[in-house]
């Protein structure tokens, strides 16, 4: 009998260092957990009440594939509300954003075909490609000085253009960006586009924090720019911007001709979301502005907030994100984050996630999520800075 | 620029014949639909309220890769309240029964390994392998007498051992079975095990409906036989033991040195089930035996009321379901079953699953969903009785 180990592709995934720190700092009383990538606040009452009506109404059943058209019609009002010319039957509802990159991924990827994508970068967007055989080659993002004055991480688009040929099936980018807060402004998509046109490469964009975004009411979106015949997929998530990470919600908009192929491979993944979370996603789409309005006000006071904290202090790099709920920031000599942060969940009593567990690029930085109660925040930045202080 | 078409892979994936008969069918009056796999009863009210629980109390945030503490330790009692020594650090929560397979599958198949099925089957077991690359051969079952004198569906045991070799990696095996209602006996797992254990190959073991099975209290489990560090994975789900084919919640029981490998999985398909509806799924559990019991009891009188009124129309051969949901009954001399089920849907008003929609040997079959109100279900087998009488 051989020993049940999975497949060698399995092996090579990393297990999360995010998990592994903590792992290590459970129990520790009175520690700050900013280690994941979560708001601090439950999901809005209105939201939840949808879900309960759909439960008392006996909706326990399977739901269509592509996910109910109350559902996918919200979300095409929601596109239309941001400018967008979306429609309908161009969206499919998933059981995740991550599972809508799951899905894009087995849509367009088949075993070899190759994928560019940005590093540091959110860790299942280096491993999901993996799992399904497709090697993954990275771009890295640098900390260049911003308009403002400020540090903000950035993209060499020529360095991109040149990684993106003909041989690349797939453009897998995340913006704004986990972890670092990049955001491409429109220009840069615009050239994106234009130069996967002429190499016939998928773009699957990653927007899960467009309405976190610091620059404007959203970030600028491939879906813009894109018509729909276009290979452009565009992916989202209730879980930030409705503070609904618990409930597994996300969705596509996929060009006409990708439909289809997306209803089976939803069939063969989950089949669908629960008709009762669809239904709590409605309620968000549908009177949810104000919240997301209020939240991304919020975040960017607490992204100034950290940004300021930790710019105080000698040796670390600070740079001020464009969007999302993070500040991933360079610590001068830093060279085992995963050990450090280990140590500063002791120490400190504050929880980081070690910058080496975002890919290339990654190590020498930590990530603090910022989407917490304020005066936790406070706090928190100010055990972080100290601790730096007194390690440098 | 190139048409946005999805690969190859997905595109040869089968468009459901279930759904093109069910959209054919939509909106005929006074239809009674028995094509798709789903009983026609609302979750229990135990079950909701846990949810609703859970929900007030804000549990709306991530939780653990491999499923909250409470259900996998439901899920291990349970487990062991049926015979087995399952513990809970070998079970993983999932976001559905497919969405198990397709985790087995991705922790265990590299693009070109062989998998080996029986036919016919649930379609979802023949596409899982084949989005990831890995080619399926399928072993026929047929039609015999049963030691009780009526006909069931049967495997042929020196075909399916002669086509698993030491290059199967993967066999993959529903009992009971949809469509077929098939199931393994005890003696007959033994021998498969013996011999998957000299091949080195996995058994991937699809046991949904173990509990509604109509031979004893549950059908013979590959679990019940194989120790902890066989090459054996389990597959269960909540949706048709408990009425919560809404719900999207399954699990798996899988060797411990393949437990880090699945929560790496479940993390970059779904990242976990919503924390409400796995407090639903301890509340299925703990206090839900009982509604199984009655559940099963009633299925069975259905199914004997089903084969008893087809067995009756001249041409028609109704097997005996050993277990599931499903009669997969012949019919003389039909060679079109999805043409003549949408045929069926105007003339008799009863929506049946064409065979063809079942893989290699489907065709030439109906399946009919049993798992209805009885009044419903006699109202139907009259109907389909009838039309089939017609039509001979």
Redesign the interface.
């Known amino acids: ?11 090579a ?1 990393e ?2 260092r995010i998990r592994e720190v903590y792992n290590d700092g459970a129990g520790i009383p009175d520690l700050i957990p900013l280690w ?1 990538g ?1 708001p601090d606040i ?2 809005p009452d209105f939201i ?1 009440r949808a ?2 009506a759909s ?2 109404a ?6 269509p594939n592509l996910g109910i058209e109350p559902l996918r019609e919200a979300i095409a009002r929601y596109q239309q509300r941001n400018g967008r010319t979306v429609t309908a039957d161009r969206v499919c509802a998933t ?2 954003g ?2 809508a990159i ?1 899905l894009a991924c ?6 070899g075909d190759k994928v560019v994508t940005l590093a540091p970068h959110w860790p ?1 967007i280096g ?2 490609p993996l ?3 497709a090697p993954v080659e990275t771009v890295p993002l640098h900390l260049a000085q911003g308009q403002r004055g400020h540090m903000i991480w950035r993209v060499d688009l020529d360095r991109l253009l040149a990684a993106i040929t003909p041989k690349t099936r797939l453009a897998l980018l995340n913006s704004p960006g986990n972890p670092t807060g990049f955001a491409f402004t429109r220009e840069e998509q615009q050239v994106i586009l234009d130069h996967c ?1 002429r190499t ?1 490469t ?1 773009i699957l964009a990653d927007e899960v924090y467009e309405r976190l975004y610091y620059e404007g009411p959203a970030a600028p979106s491939f879906l813009d720019i894109a018509g729909p ?3 452009v997929i565009g992916v989202n998530s209730f879980s930030k911007s409705w ?6 919600l996300g969705w596509l908009v996929a ?1 006409p ?2 439909m ?3 209803a ?2 939803v ?11 669809q239904r709590a996603g409605v309620a968000a789409l549908d009177e949810g502005d104000a919240f997301i309005t209020a939240n991304a006000a919020l975040f960017r006071r607490l992204r100034d907030k950290t940004a300021a904290a930790l710019s105080t202090v000698p040796g670390v790099t600070a740079p001020v994100a464009s969007g999302g709920m993070y500040s991933f920031f360079r610590v001068e000599g830093l060279t085992d984050s995963l050990a450090e942060a280990k140590r500063m969940s002791r120490g400190a009593k504050v929880g980081l996630a070690p910058g080496s567990a975002f890919g290339p690029g990654g190590e020498g930085h930590f990530r603090l999520c910022f989407a917490q109660q304020e005066a936790t925040l406070e706090k928190a930045l100010g055990r972080v800075a100290g601790w730096l202080r007194r390690r440098g």
């Open positions: 009998m051989h020993a049940p180990i999975p497949r060698a592709a399995v092996r995934l297990s999360s994941v979560e439950p999901t939840k879900a309960n439960l008392a006996g909706e326990t059943f399977y739901s059981s995740s991550v599972n799951m087995q849509a367009v990827l088949d075993p299942n491993a999901i799992i399904l055989s046109r016939g998928w015949e276009d290979r503070a609904m990470t618990g409930w597994r060009p001709a990708l289809d192929g997306l089976k491979l069939e063969y993944n989950t089949s669908c979301a629960p008709v009762f979370v």
